[in-house]
């Protein structure tokens, strides 16, 4: 699979802030921050040059917009991340790293990570926040759906902090095969990945359900959590900016869902929901 990299040079962080809202609307799957730009990946099989070029369109009548495109082979790909993937502690009880990485083995849960072309590093506020959230939950001897898994790492966190049972569900062949590789490398072998969507959960339920997607994808599927989530049973969110957090709560308590906590970092959010009674 190939990949468009866009490289947008901004000069405010308000700016940055619009156009990654935008793109998360159009499938756009990871971004990449430096110093004076960051960089916008999608597949070029979603890639829908129309609507991106509307977007530019809107965007120019803000502010001045100047982007790079370019195309990325998986190979390059993979030695981009080498390059940029550093290791990551997270409250002193997280280490994610790469293969190449040296061990910590003063963290009490470590997590191998061998990216590639799926989401899911810690790096990314959103990642990093989920991670933050499912150390404060008890996974003991539970059922957990972990929906848009991309490479896995929450649901590896889940095993480590022993859940009974995972159903992890990605729709894109990229991250069904790096989301297998690395449940390999952290020895999860209570973890079942399916390619697939909604349907791929439709007649089970969990104790907790793990989504880490994008607004509109979310909110199209809290119906289709609640349903599937058993009483009392948490839903854990991310994948959205904070103006966004009265959108998700609104469409949460239509199903019953009530929420019970929120992080914030870089301008995104998590948030944290239990099925009510």
């Given at each position: 699979?190939?990949y468009?990299?866009?490289?947008?040079?901004?000069?405010?962080?308000?700016?940055?802030?619009?156009?990654?809202?935008?793109?998360?609307?159009?499938e756009f799957?990871?971004?990449e921050?430096?110093?004076?730009?960051?960089?916008?990946?999608i597949?070029?099989n979603?890639?829908?040059?129309?609507?991106?070029?509307?977007?530019?369109?809107?965007?120019?009548?803000?502010?001045?917009v100047?982007y790079?495109?370019?195309?990325?082979?998986?190979?390059?790909?993979?030695?981009?991340w080498?390059?940029?993937?550093?290791p990551i502690?997270?409250?002193?009880?997280?280490?994610?790293r790469?293969?190449f990485?040296?061990?910590f083995?003063?963290v009490?849960?470590?997590?191998?990570?061998?990216?590639?072309?799926?989401?899911?590093?810690g790096?990314h506020?959103?990642?990093?926040?989920?991670l933050?959230?499912m150390?404060?939950?008890?996974f003991?001897?539970?059922?957990?759906?972990?929906f848009g898994?991309?490479?896995?790492?929450?649901?590896?966190?889940?095993?480590?902090?022993?859940?009974f049972v995972?159903l992890?569900?990605?729709?894109?062949?990229w991250?069904?095969?790096?989301?297998t590789?690395?449940?390999?490398?952290?020895?999860?072998?209570n973890?079942?990945?399916?390619?697939g969507?909604h349907?791929?959960?439709?007649?089970k339920?969990?104790?907790?359900i793990?989504?880490?997607?994008?607004l509109?994808?979310?909110?199209?599927?809290?119906?289709?959590?609640?349903l599937?989530?058993?009483?009392?049973?948490?839903?854990?969110?991310?994948?959205?900016?904070?103006?966004?957090?009265?959108?998700?709560?609104?469409?949460?308590?239509?199903?019953?869902?009530?929420?019970?906590?929120?992080?914030?970092?870089?301008?995104?959010a998590a948030m944290r929901?239990?099925?009510?009674?």
């Amino acid at each position: 699979m190939q990949y468009l990299a866009f490289e947008f040079a901004l000069q405010e962080e308000w700016q940055k802030d619009i156009i990654i809202v935008a793109l998360n609307q159009l499938e756009f799957v990871g971004f990449e921050e430096k110093e004076e730009s960051f960089i916008a990946y999608i597949s070029i099989n979603d890639f829908k040059e129309e609507a991106f070029g509307e977007f530019i369109t809107r965007a120019e009548n803000i502010f001045p917009v100047s982007y790079l495109k370019t195309e990325i082979a998986d190979q390059n790909w993979n030695a981009l991340w080498e390059k940029n993937f550093p290791p990551i502690v997270i409250d002193n009880t997280i280490a994610i790293r790469a293969s190449f990485h040296n061990p910590f083995p003063e963290v009490k849960y470590e997590i191998l990570i061998d990216p590639k072309m799926s989401f899911g590093t810690g790096h990314h506020a959103t990642t990093f926040m989920m991670l933050e959230l499912m150390v404060a939950e008890t996974f003991d001897n539970k059922s957990v759906l972990d929906f848009g898994c991309g490479t896995g790492i929450l649901s590896v966190l889940a095993s480590k902090k022993n859940a009974f049972v995972i159903l992890a569900v990605d729709n894109d062949q990229w991250a069904f095969q790096n989301a297998t590789e690395n449940f390999v490398m952290n020895g999860v072998t209570n973890a079942e990945i399916v390619l697939g969507d909604h349907a791929a959960f439709a007649d089970k339920t969990f104790d907790v359900i793990l989504a880490n997607i994008n607004l509109n994808v979310i909110i199209d599927a809290l119906h289709s959590f609640a349903l599937s989530l058993k009483k009392n049973g948490s839903l854990l969110i991310s994948g959205f900016l904070e103006h966004d957090e009265s959108a998700i709560t609104t469409a949460a308590a239509a199903v019953k869902l009530s929420v019970r906590s929120i992080l914030h970092k870089d301008g995104w959010a998590a948030m944290r929901f239990i099925l009510e009674e």
